[in-house]
């Protein structure tokens, strides 16, 4: 009977948790669809009287809002894509390679990701002032990419779980390093892959101070950062209900390839684990 209690208890706590946790979003989505007589009356009013949909095309009327979903995908994308091929290489070389200084690499790798990211804002832009890459989509990238310790880490655990015969067998045959990698190790370890790209992705969408810093025309910006205009200009102006339309479609993207993909997510670092 204790026990019962108990676990009735916890499953009361998860619950109540779970719903602080989601009523800001039901807020937002709740003022994406109110007019704006509803958004400042007082109390709070979960559920619009009359609810409406012209928050979203006034949103995209004020500010450039496409210009911004635009950059966002490219440069979550491009950063996606040079992520996972650095990350790829390096994590089979550390897993199945034996060449000199491969565990102090290695080490250096992870150092990378307890490093706070606020250290290397200062080094990466007098890089890219020098370069002459302010204000540029590549002036956000090229730093991002390099931020890759936790995949490598995550990619080489991976490897590591793949049998050695496979590889000797291949060996054997007459293929190279490169063969082995994405002719076997590849398709073997896909699910892992495929959770880098989404982590990768929506590191990506939801980076901030980077974007902030780099892009300065309003068209030039990511949508994270943009959204940040876009509240700052928005209690003058009397544009919440199109700011939460603008935050409701922000977040749709990341929450629908979490919906789709949580468990892969999930096995994966489990699986990550069985072998150092």
């Known amino acids: 009977?204790?026990?019962?209690?108990?676990?009735?208890?916890?499953?009361?706590?998860?619950?109540?948790?779970?719903?602080?946790?989601?009523f800001p979003m039901l807020w937002m989505?709740?003022?994406?669809?109110?007019?704006?007589?509803?958004?400042?009356?007082?109390?709070?009013?979960?559920?619009?009287?009359?609810?409406?949909?012209?928050?979203?095309p006034e949103a995209f009327r004020v500010f450039p809002i496409s210009a911004w979903f635009y950059n966002s995908i490219f440069i979550g994308a491009a950063t996606t894509v040079g992520k996972l091929a650095i990350s790829l290489p390096a994590a089979f070389a550390f897993a199945r390679l034996r060449f000199q200084g491969r565990q102090l690499l290695f080490a250096m790798a992870l150092g990378t990701i307890i490093v706070p990211g606020v250290v290397t804002i200062v080094p990466n832009y007098i890089l890219i002032a020098k370069l002459d890459w302010i204000n540029t989509k590549q002036g956000v990238i090229v730093?991002?990419?390099?931020?890759?310790?936790?995949?490598v880490f995550l990619l080489r655990q991976y490897f590591l779980s793949l049998p050695e015969e496979i590889f000797d067998a291949a060996r054997v045959d007459g293929a190279g390093p490169w063969s082995s990698l994405w002719r076997i190790a590849v398709p073997v370890v896909r699910p892992a892959v495929v959770v880098v790209v989404i982590m990768a992705f929506l590191a990506s969408w939801n980076q901030y101070i980077w974007p902030l810093i780099v892009l300065n025309d309003l068209p030039m910006k990511t949508l994270a950062v943009g959204m940040q205009f876009f509240a700052r200009n928005s209690e003058a102006a009397q544009l919440w209900g199109p700011m939460m339309a603008t935050a409701t479609l922000a977040t749709l993207p990341p929450l629908i390839v979490y919906a789709f993909f949580q468990r892969k997510i999930i096995s994966t670092f489990i699986t990550s684990g069985l072998k150092g």
């Not at 009977?1 to 989601?22: E, I, K």
């Not at 730093?143 to 995949?151: D, E, K, M, N």
């Open 29 to 56: 989505l709740s003022t994406a669809v109110k007019p704006p007589d509803e958004v400042f009356l007082p109390g709070i009013h979960l559920l619009p009287e009359a609810p409406t949909l012209t928050n979203f």
């Open 1 to 22: 009977m204790a026990r019962s209690s108990g676990s009735f208890g916890v499953h009361v706590l998860v619950v109540v948790l779970c719903a602080l946790t989601a």
């Open 143 to 151: 730093p991002s990419i390099a931020q890759t310790g936790f995949y």
